[in-house]
Each structure stands twice: as structure tokens, then as C-alpha cells.
């Protein structure tokens, strides 16, 4: 799944789970870590698999329950000590909501081949045509039906969070604004 069809279904899920649970929209540093925890998976593996080959895919440790067994506990610890424990839920939503998408649709009807990915190390992944770099990884892909299903999806999480009231954008901007005001 490409980055963006990651973090719709990650802010989606999420945005129901806020609603549900304090009556409101996501707040902007929670997003932040939403954002950053649907992308985490492919940030680790991608690179060390693509472009350093120190991982034999590109879904394999960070794509890993074992090695989320492992992050979000640390994750929750550090939010407990911050007292920010909806930072690290966000980011758990995001973690685990990009391993869920990157399961293949035959998991529906009961098709598990192809989740290996899911207990790397201890069993292996599909190996794919291997590439040069991690631009390369993803130029090699084309735009299929899949990829024009998740930027749909985008789009429909573009909507929801603008029916939320863009949450985020404002905090964007006011560190956007202080970081080019130290360059003047």
C-alpha cells in the first residue's frame, strides 16, 4: 500500500475512535503521531531492505507483530512518563492499522498465505524482485486498480478531516511560521 492509502485508513480509524471516545475530533499532536506510526513499517524496512539490503524485504521487521510487541509497550511507557497516553494510542492505531492494511484480501475468506510478513523472523516473507533503492522501490510500481481503490480512500479521508476542521492544520502553520521567522 502506498504511503498515503496508509495514512487514510489510519486517520479514519482514528477519527471514529476519538468521536466514539471523547465526543470530538483528533487533536493535532495525537495526529502527529498518527501520521508517524502509519508510516513507521515502511520507514524502517523499505530503506534497510531497498537501499542498505541489511533486511531480505521490504516487509519484514517493522511490518513484524513480534517487533510491535516490542515498540508499542516502549511507546506506552515513554507516553505514561509524558502523560500523553492518547499520543501513544495514536500512534498504536497508526502502527497497527498499517499492518492491517498491508494484509492481502484473500485474508477475508480465509487465505492466510502471503502474512508471513507478520512473524518475521520466525517465518519468511515472499521474497519480491529486489531493487536498487528505495525511489526506485516505489517508482517501480504503476498505478492499478488497488493503487486508484487507496487514493480514492485518501480522498474520502481528505473529506473527514476537513469535516473535523482540518485538525492539525493550525498547529502546522503557527510552527511553520516560527521556523521561517528564524531565518529573517
Known sequence: MWPWGHLAVAYLLYTLYTRRRY??????????????????PDLIDKPLAWSLGVLPGGRTLGHSLLFAALLLPAVYALAIRLRRVDVATAFAIGHLSHLLAD??????????????FLLWPLTQPETYESVDS????????????????????????LAVWYRDGTPGLASARLTLERYTSLGR
Open 23 to 40: 465526543g470530538r475530533p483528533p487533536e493535532a499532536l495525537a495526529l502527529a503521531a498518527l501520521l508517524l506510526g502509519s508510516q513507521v
Open 134 to 157: 528505495v525511489t526506485g522501490g516505489f517508482l517501480g510500481y504503476s498505478m492499478g486498480t488497488y493503487e486508484w481503490i487507496q487514493l480514492g480512500l485518501f480522498v474520502v479521508a
Open 103 to 116: 494484509l492481502p484480501p484473500g485474508v477475508l475468506v480465509g487465505d492466510f498465505s502471503d502474512t508471513e
